[in-house]
């Protein structure tokens, strides 16, 4: 088996077109399937299998259509020139990745309610693909956006989130974080702000923020199974406001240690 790459136009792999014999999708091991605009992977009736680790890119989105397994670390990047907000990594089927890392570079994700992201014991890296921010929970913004109820279908030993734009945390629940496992690391360290903001965020399992410009707590924050670590000026550069400001009467509550930088 070798790599399918299109110089122009969208790559559609369809294993089971007639959608009544089960055609599944076999990929073999170190494979790339690479789009100069989107990608679809689609099995209807059957299923798509990466034998070992897996690479898909797309300028312009990549949609799965039906569940995928993969037997080894896998690589998505939707949004490979990352310049004119068009990159959405859409999964309305499962992911799976058999405790392998997962790595993915999106403009951003959906994830529909028959859809999950599963890597099992290894860890999952998501990083906005533009830089232009992330909105985790109850607050959309011109970016990255994962919903409360979308962060309840990734499972992680650890979930990593990356951009160089401001993110804003706003109501993340304990029972939508209990399938990560070990720490939620939210990382704005190259120079942007992260906000915790309109509703309070309680998290099941360890909380690492990392902001280039400050942190803004304007909402109670607790952990109830892991440490709190804030660091407002994680690039240690004086470049704007580097503060960890706590609003009145809000409370940041870790159950295990806390630490503030």
Do not use: K
């Not at 898909?56 to 039906?66: E, H, Q, Y």
């Not at 392998?100 to 959906?110: C, E, F, G, R, V």
């Not at 890597?119 to 919903?147: F, K, Q």
């Not at 952990?223 to 000026?233: M, V």
Request: charged share 15%; hydrophobic share 40%.
């Amino acid at each position: 088996s070798v790599g399918l790459t299109t110089d122009t136009g969208a790559l559609l792999l369809d294993g089971d077109a007639d959608g009544a014999n089960n055609g599944d999708i076999q990929i073999a091991a170190d494979i790339t399937l690479a789009a100069a605009n989107s990608l679809t992977l689609d099995a209807t009736t059957g299923n798509i299998t990466g034998v070992g680790n897996l690479t898909l890119t797309a300028n312009s989105g990549i949609t799965v259509n039906d569940d995928l397994t993969t037997n080894g670390d896998t690589t998505i990047d939707s949004d490979v020139d990352g310049v004119d907000g068009v990159g959405t990594l859409t999964l309305n089927a499962n992911l799976v990745t058999q405790d392998s890392t997962l790595t993915i570079d999106a403009d951003d994700i959906a994830i529909a309610a028959a859809g999950s992201i599963d890597a099992g014991n290894a860890d999952i890296t998501v990083t906005d693909s533009d830089g232009s921010g992330i909105g985790l929970g109850g607050t959309s913004v011109d970016g990255l956006n994962i919903t409360d109820t979308e962060l309840g279908l990734i499972t992680a030993d650890s979930l990593t989130l990356n951009t160089a734009g401001n993110v804003t945390v706003n109501g993340i629940t304990d029972g939508n974080t209990t399938n990560i496992a070990s720490t939620l690391t939210i990382n704005a360290n190259t120079s942007g702000n992260v906000t915790f903001a309109s509703n309070a965020s309680s998290i099941n399992a360890t909380l690492d923020v990392q902001a280039a410009n400050g942190i803004d707590v304007d909402v109670n924050v607790s952990t109830t199974n892991g440490d709190i670590s804030l660091d407002g000026d994680s690039d240690g550069s004086a470049d704007g406001d580097d503060a960890i400001t706590i609003a009145a009467n809000v409370t940041i509550a870790a159950s295990g240690s806390m630490a503030l930088d």
